[in-house]
């Protein structure tokens, strides 16, 4: 629900205010069902038993108070930690005369009228889906600016139906001039301050009846250089040019309401945006994907500055460093910066653009303050950083339209910047009319020409940047996948879709003076994903020439929380000497770094169906395909068992990846070597089999409908009679990966790996740290945690060669670790490897594991993590060769 109706609702709320209903229906008014609030009501989703109490999970808390206890009541409630154990998002107290409110999440807090709630409405936005960011570096008029705007776009769409008839380019356009009108008469690029919002106040009607018609001409005047014919109260206003006000647009309808709006956005203070977060702002407003981030969807100047840093930004910094007694030479430098290229292919509203302009900018500001120390004879300066060595490629047509006028705010801001830091010798040329601006190209990266876009010649110094789309194969469309096989080719179905960005960079810097550095996801870093996308990118020319190792991206919390990003530097072999390798505050600088992101050759871990030296196979656990008809909680079980008893003797337990870990259980219905005849007298069995059956019928693979001639059971059925069971996902705060003998008596679910028959040595090796080591750069990744694939990660692990002495020893030593288990047998896995919490026997009989494995590769003690993983690589390219 937007804001708008938000706000509508609660004024209805007041005029038919009733204590009774109160917070029912103020739940009401932010978009929770109708439904649902009528069985809060009626006490089914009511969690407290309190009279005058009502509490709603991760909704509500609310109580009603005497008006001498609000105070204390909402104190005692939000210091209590079983009061909160629901997670309730506000606690609320009133005695209906005033409210007392408190975001649990954010801790703001509210202290307000009962009848003035309406005026308030953005405290509770959280239950409509709308957060609200306050991190350091946004401002209140960014936020403001956003919120009136969002009020703004709802009221003009739904008072002009036919808006979106073109795809909405006609209003994205409108929006962005608005905007810029805006920033102008706060910022002193229009001649009289509040020119704008004045001229529409004292020029409109009060219904909004011309509004339209008064902006149309306002545009024709920012248009036209020479209006003789302009009204006199337009006279003032000044010409723009630049292309912002070029193309003929109709503006939309405006209600009293829609005129009284864009007058409150007019009185709010432009002055203080930030273009580099406000532009992700606004195009949150007219996103509805984004609109629940609004106030969040920009990418923070510290995971920007992580990849314009080591990407250009250091090595100019340097330059100036090492002249800086030297005016001639830092002449040179400043001419330098004049002419390079800074290209963002899927810029968005130009977050990485804007940035680095600034940053560009500030750079060239301590230039000429050192310049003119050195020098005796003064002279005026001018920047010579100009928009149009800025080029980008967008998509979305609104985060176009942004990412130009988001530039020229930054250069209004930074010639100010220059002016002020200058003084007496830095001047800035008027901003009207508006110069070239960036080139920001509106179209699909993936099938553009990018020497078109940003035209190359071998006497360029360019840098590709950005955060492009990530996009998982499993999360992909069907234009995405066509992208990508036109980029990429038919082979490359397990690729993220930013692969296609590395590629096109690749092929771009080929041979030239040019670097890229993308943020990614680290999927494409692990997995089957890098030997299947980089030796598409890492052949001729092209190597990696800094890398940011796995780190959590920190901002867009709620869209992307849990995401795990690297970012990757590419360039032609020879430009650079030196690589670096961020790990958060460490820098390491080697002379090589491979697709895994770690110092060494390029190795590429190719996908096997067998593992080395005749280890047992792995397989996988059992795949249902069942609809969720075959496995059960043991409360489902039991419910079952209780309407059909015959049933009880098909029932085994089950296991998957999450109980493994956390000790707990699931059931199945089991019928291995079991024909339907057997089992046709249990109705509420065979109920279960034909939703399966029926389930199968209609999947899309063929292969499904073969299975539903035996919808009665599992895809799968394997059930060994002992077996090493594997959890199929781990956290990487474990230093082992939890795992169990397990015997037939449970049934492996398909969240689990399992090696059926499996000597202890081998249960040894896979809890080792020269395994975890393997799987901490071959594993592909969920969020953070590691996925262990058996081709991946099992069958091409350099296991050790063994003799029986070897194996005999490994042995005693898992039985030191299960025996250590054992003393805890209360606690499960998760608690057993949580490192902080390892006991320190099991903790002991690890590390001495560990050194017994070891020595299985080498009489000599591995120093490190990075000489053990280096020594494997070696071991793999040897045992690959030998195999081949």
Same mark, same amino acid.
């Given at each position: 629900?937007?804001?708008?109706?938000?706000?509508?609702?609660?004024?209805?709320?007041?005029?038919?205010?009733?204590?009774?209903?109160?917070?029912?229906?103020?739940?009401?008014?932010?978009?929770?069902?109708?439904?649902?609030?009528?069985?809060?009501?009626?006490?089914?989703?009511?969690?407290?038993?309190?009279?005058?109490?009502?509490?709603?999970?991760?909704?509500?808390?609310?109580?009603?108070?005497?008006?001498?206890?609000?105070?204390?009541?909402?104190?005692?409630?939000?210091?209590?930690?079983?009061?909160?154990?629901?997670?309730?998002?506000?606690?609320?107290?009133?005695?209906?005369?005033?409210?007392?409110?408190?975001?649990?999440?954010?801790?703001?807090?509210?202290?307000?009228?009962?009848?003035?709630?309406?005026?308030?409405?953005?405290?509770?936005?959280?239950?409509?889906?709308?957060?609200?960011?306050?991190?350091?570096?946004?401002?209140?008029?960014?936020?403001?600016?956003?919120?009136?705007?969002?009020?703004?776009?709802?009221?003009?769409?739904?008072?002009?139906?036919?808006?979106?008839?073109?795809?909405?380019?006609?209003?994205?356009?409108?929006?962005?001039?608005?905007?810029?009108?805006?920033?102008?008469?706060?910022?002193?690029?229009?001649?009289?301050?509040?020119?704008?919002?004045?001229?529409?106040?004292?020029?409109?009607?009060?219904?909004?009846?011309?509004?339209?018609?008064?902006?149309?001409?306002?545009?024709?005047?920012?248009?036209?250089?020479?209006?003789?014919?302009?009204?006199?109260?337009?006279?003032?206003?000044?010409?723009?040019?630049?292309?912002?006000?070029?193309?003929?647009?109709?503006?939309?309808?405006?209600?009293?309401?829609?005129?009284?709006?864009?007058?409150?956005?007019?009185?709010?203070?432009?002055?203080?945006?930030?273009?580099?977060?406000?532009?992700?702002?606004?195009?949150?407003?007219?996103?509805?994907?984004?609109?629940?981030?609004?106030?969040?969807?920009?990418?923070?100047?510290?995971?920007?500055?992580?990849?314009?840093?080591?990407?250009?930004?250091?090595?100019?910094?340097?330059?100036?460093?090492?002249?800086?007694?030297?005016?001639?030479?830092?002449?040179?430098?400043?001419?330098?910066?004049?002419?390079?290229?800074?290209?963002?292919?899927?810029?968005?509203?130009?977050?990485?653009?804007?940035?680095?302009?600034?940053?560009?900018?500030?750079?060239?500001?301590?230039?000429?303050?050192?310049?003119?120390?050195?020098?005796?004879?003064?002279?005026?300066?001018?920047?010579?950083?100009?928009?149009?060595?800025?080029?980008?490629?967008?998509?979305?047509?609104?985060?176009?339209?942004?990412?130009?006028?988001?530039?020229?705010?930054?250069?209004?801001?930074?010639?100010?910047?220059?002016?002020?830091?200058?003084?007496?010798?830095?001047?800035?040329?008027?901003?009207?009319?508006?110069?070239?601006?960036?080139?920001?190209? %509106? !179209?699909?990266?993936? *099938?553009? =020409?990018?020497? @078109? +876009?940003?035209?190359? /010649?071998?006497?360029?110094?360019? #840098? $590709?940047?950005?955060?492009?789309?990530?996009?998982?194969?499993?999360? %992909? !469309?069907?234009?995405? *996948?066509? =992208?990508?096989? @036109? +980029?990429?080719?038919? /082979?490359?179905?397990?690729?993220? #879709? $930013?692969?296609?960005?590395?590629?096109?960079?690749?092929?771009?810097?080929? !041979?030239?003076?040019?670097?890229?550095?993308?943020?990614?996801?680290?999927?494409?870093?692990?997995?089957?994903?890098?030997?299947?996308?980089?030796?598409?990118?890492?052949?001729?020319?092209?190597?990696?020439?800094?890398?940011?190792?796995?780190?959590?991206?920190?901002?867009?919390?709620?869209?992307?929380?849990?995401?795990?990003?690297?970012?990757?530097?590419?360039?032609?072999?020879?430009?650079?000497?030196?690589?670096?390798?961020?790990?958060?505050?460490?820098?390491?600088?080697?002379?090589?770094?491979?697709?895994?992101?770690?110092?060494?050759?390029?190795?590429?871990?190719?996908?096997?169906?067998?593992?080395?030296?005749?280890?047992?196979?792995?397989?996988?656990?059992?795949?249902?395909?069942?609809?969720?008809?075959?496995?059960?909680?043991?409360?489902?079980?039991?419910?079952?068992?209780?309407?059909?008893?015959?049933?009880?003797?098909?029932?085994?337990?089950?296991?998957?990846?999450?109980?493994?870990?956390?000790?707990?259980?699931?059931?199945?219905?089991?019928?291995?070597?079991?024909?339907?005849?057997?089992?046709?007298?249990?109705?509420?069995?065979?109920?279960?089999?034909?939703?399966?059956?029926?389930?199968?019928?209609?999947?899309?693979?063929?292969?499904?409908?073969?299975?539903?001639?035996?919808?009665?059971?599992?895809?799968?059925?394997?059930?060994?009679?002992?077996?090493?069971?594997?959890?199929?996902?781990?956290?990487?705060?474990?230093?082992?990966?939890?795992?169990?003998?397990?015997?037939?008596?449970?049934?492996?679910?398909?969240?689990?790996?399992?090696?059926?028959?499996?000597?202890?040595?081998?249960?040894?090796?896979?809890?080792?740290?020269?395994?975890?080591?393997?799987?901490?750069?071959?594993?592909?990744?969920?969020?953070?945690?590691?996925?262990?694939?058996?081709?991946?990660?099992?069958?091409?692990?350099?296991?050790?060669?063994?003799?029986?002495?070897?194996?005999?020893?490994?042995?005693?030593?898992?039985?030191?670790?299960?025996?250590?288990?054992?003393?805890?047998?209360?606690?499960?896995?998760?608690?057993?490897?949580?490192?902080?919490?390892?006991?320190?026997?099991?903790?002991?009989?690890?590390?001495?594991?560990?050194?017994?494995?070891?020595?299985?590769?080498?009489?000599?003690?591995?120093?490190?993590?990075?000489?053990?993983?280096?020594?494997?690589?070696?071991?793999?390219?040897?045992?690959?060769?030998?195999?081949?």
């Amino acid at each position: 629900m937007n804001s708008s109706q938000v706000e509508i609702n609660l004024k209805n709320l007041i005029n038919t205010f009733d204590k009774e209903t109160f917070i029912y229906e103020l739940l009401v008014a932010y978009g929770i069902s109708r439904t649902t609030v009528t069985r809060l009501k009626k006490g089914d989703f009511n969690l407290s038993k309190v009279p005058g109490e009502v509490l709603y999970k991760k909704k509500v808390l609310f109580k009603e108070v005497l008006s001498d206890s609000l105070l204390t009541t909402i104190d005692e409630i939000t210091k209590n930690e079983e009061s909160l154990k629901h997670n309730p998002r506000f606690v609320i107290v009133t005695d209906f005369k005033t409210l007392l409110a408190k975001d649990t999440r954010t801790g703001l807090t509210l202290d307000i009228p009962i009848l003035e709630i309406d005026k308030h409405f953005h405290f509770f936005l959280p239950w409509a889906n709308s957060e609200i960011n306050k991190n350091k570096i946004d401002t209140t008029a960014d936020r403001d600016a956003s919120y009136e705007m969002a009020k703004l776009y709802d009221i003009l769409v739904h008072e002009n139906p036919n808006i979106y008839d073109d795809g909405g380019h006609n209003l994205n356009i409108f929006l962005s001039r608005i905007l810029f009108c805006f920033f102008a008469e706060d910022t002193n690029i229009f001649p009289v301050e509040g020119i704008f919002t004045n001229t529409l106040e004292l020029h409109t009607n009060r219904n909004g009846s011309d509004v339209d018609s008064f902006l149309d001409r306002l545009f024709l005047k920012l248009n036209t250089e020479f209006d003789n014919d302009a009204p006199a109260f337009l006279k003032e206003f000044p010409y723009v040019n630049g292309g912002l006000f070029n193309d003929t647009i109709k503006s939309p309808k405006f209600s009293s309401k829609a005129r009284k709006i864009i007058l409150e956005c007019g009185n709010l203070n432009w002055s203080e945006i930030n273009p580099d977060i406000f532009g992700s702002m606004i195009q949150a407003v007219v996103n509805p994907e984004y609109r629940s981030g609004l106030g969040m969807h920009y990418t923070s100047v510290p995971n920007i500055m992580k990849v314009i840093e080591p990407l250009f930004l250091n090595e100019l910094n340097e330059e100036f460093e090492k002249n800086k007694e030297n005016p001639l030479k830092l002449k040179k430098l400043i001419h330098r910066i004049s002419k390079l290229k800074i290209f963002d292919p899927a810029c968005g509203s130009g977050n990485f653009l804007i940035i680095a302009y600034k940053e560009l900018r500030r750079l060239e500001i301590n230039i000429l303050q050192q310049i003119n120390e050195l020098e005796t004879q003064k002279s005026i300066v001018f920047t010579e950083l100009k928009l149009s060595q800025f080029y980008g490629i967008e998509l979305d047509d609104f985060a176009h339209e942004m990412a130009i006028l988001s530039l020229w705010l930054a250069e209004h801001q930074m010639n100010k910047e220059f002016i002020d830091e200058l003084h007496d010798f830095g001047k800035a040329k008027p901003i009207l009319p508006l110069k070239e601006a960036g080139h920001i190209t %509106q !179209g699909n990266a993936t *099938r553009l =020409d990018w020497e @078109i +876009v940003c035209p190359k /010649s071998k006497n360029d110094e360019i #840098y $590709i940047l950005g955060n492009p789309p990530y996009l998982g194969s499993k999360n %992909q !469309g069907d234009i995405q *996948r066509k =992208d990508i096989q @036109i +980029v990429l080719g038919n /082979s490359s179905k397990i690729l993220d #879709y $930013i692969s296609c960005w590395f590629y096109k960079g690749a092929e771009y810097i080929k !041979g030239i003076n040019a670097e890229l550095a993308f943020v990614t996801t680290n999927s494409i870093c692990q997995g089957e994903q890098v030997a299947s996308l980089w030796p598409k990118i890492l052949k001729d020319s092209i190597e990696i020439s800094f890398a940011h190792q796995s780190f959590k991206w920190t901002n867009n919390a709620k869209s992307n929380a849990g995401v795990s990003v690297v970012i990757v530097g590419l360039g032609n072999k020879g430009n650079k000497g030196n690589k670096y390798l961020f790990n958060g505050l460490l820098i390491n600088t080697v002379s090589e770094i491979n697709p895994y992101l770690i110092e060494g050759k390029t190795i590429y871990i190719i996908s096997k169906g067998k593992p080395f030296l005749d280890y047992p196979d792995m397989i996988g656990g059992n795949v249902a395909y069942d609809s969720g008809n075959l496995i059960f909680s043991e409360e489902e079980m039991n419910n079952f068992i209780s309407k059909e008893p015959n049933s009880k003797k098909w029932f085994k337990k089950a296991i998957g990846g999450k109980e493994l870990i956390n000790d707990g259980i699931r059931y199945c219905l089991w019928f291995k070597n079991v024909g339907l005849n057997e089992i046709q007298d249990l109705k509420l069995v065979m109920e279960r089999v034909e939703k399966v059956k029926k389930a199968r019928l209609s999947a899309k693979d063929k292969g499904t409908h073969k299975l539903a001639e035996r919808s009665h059971q599992f895809r799968d059925l394997n059930n060994p009679n002992n077996y090493i069971a594997i959890p199929k996902t781990s956290s990487e705060r474990r230093e082992y990966i939890p795992m169990k003998y397990l015997n037939d008596d449970i049934i492996p679910l398909d969240s689990i790996r399992i090696v059926a028959d499996a000597e202890p040595y081998l249960f040894g090796i896979l809890n080792s740290k020269m395994h975890m080591v393997w799987i901490k750069i071959v594993a592909g990744k969920l969020k953070t945690d590691y996925r262990y694939s058996k081709n991946i990660c099992y069958n091409t692990f350099p296991f050790p060669k063994l003799k029986l002495k070897d194996i005999e020893n490994i042995n005693l030593h898992v039985f030191n670790i299960i025996e250590e288990r054992e003393k805890h047998s209360e606690k499960s896995l998760a608690q057993l490897y949580d490192p902080k919490k390892m006991p320190k026997g099991l903790k002991e009989a690890h590390s001495e594991l560990d050194l017994a494995i070891e020595r299985c590769y080498r009489l000599k003690p591995f120093e490190s993590d990075v000489e053990r993983l280096e020594f494997l690589f070696k071991q793999y390219e040897l045992m690959t060769q030998n195999k081949k």
